[in-house]
């Protein structure tokens, strides 16, 4: 039976046997290819998307936090905390309650999706929600676990990182190799970094030939990293990765100039457009600020074709089911229709 990331990669992860492994089996993830929209799109590269949706609770962040929360387990600690746009807390809170730990969320008012919330509130969080954006929320996440016995899980808790490098570990097993470009959302810029050090650690254990050009998009309302400073008031419909001023963002830049790729912005347009066509085209349902790596494909091939034979990878972070109202909201309303067929046939004429 499949027993999650940390079993399955012990050997290059900070365990022991002692340390208790608090999992959901996270991880395993497929590469799905778009055969069609490659095809619409006139790319003729083999893409796929690499759909961490499919963690338990809805995102990449399972990863960093089995052994975030291990960790914390094995060092005795009670209640762990973080300031999240969402996903984080959804995390936290899912395995503080298997560990049986207490979890604090601190959250931005207003500005987290409603699926992300319901599952903090259902795992039974301490959700606290600020009047402040995300970087406001972790400068106080940091100021109090410094001082308080609190673990915090925000991923400049160097077991996230080392957790989610686990997913370059299997695109390299499931490619038979690291692909050439890899496409990823940057937020707060832990995952950038961890898939990095992910594809690094397998190249220099030769289980891959070579390293991926790292490409990372930021949100153009919150794209501090590209406009080269910090921005004080990020706005984004991918709420998930409105951040301006990333923990990370020294370590992200790193990865961009070692692997010699980019990290570039792409418009709110552009990121729904991105969220629309993967549904449409190859049924695969993501939230807006996981489409920025699919976006960013776009883009990138628009200026600098990518070429027959390349191997590109776009991360979708997150599910399209945690942000249901931005999904209705980009949508065409159902038809009311009278309950008889005649009304319903009338409404498929053109498709008969
Ligand atoms: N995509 C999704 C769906 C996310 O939730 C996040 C980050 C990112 C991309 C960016 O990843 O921060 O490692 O660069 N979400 C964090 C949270 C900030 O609180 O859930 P990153």
Redesign the pocket.
Known sequence: MYQGIIHRYKDYLPVTKDTPIITLKEGNTPLIPLTNLAEHLGIKAEWYVKFEGLNPTG?F?DRGMTMAISKAKEDGAKIVMC???????AAAAAYAAKANMKCVVLIPEGKIALGKLSQAMMHGAIVLQIKGN?DDALTLVRDITESHPITLVN?VNPYRIEGQKTGAFEIIEDLGDAPDYHFI????????TAYWKGYKEFKDLCKSSRLPKMMGYQAAGSAPIVDGHPIKEPDTIAT??R?GN?ASWKQAEAARDESKGIIDKISDDEITEAQKLLARFDGVFC?P??AASVAGVIKYHRENPIVNGEKVISIL??HGLKDPNRAIEISTTPTLVDSTKESILKQLKDFL
């Open positions: 995102s962040k300031a999240s746009t969402g996903n984080t807390s995300f991923s959302p940057v937020g707060n810029a832990g995952n950038i998930a990765i951040i990333p939230e600020a996981s972070t997150g």
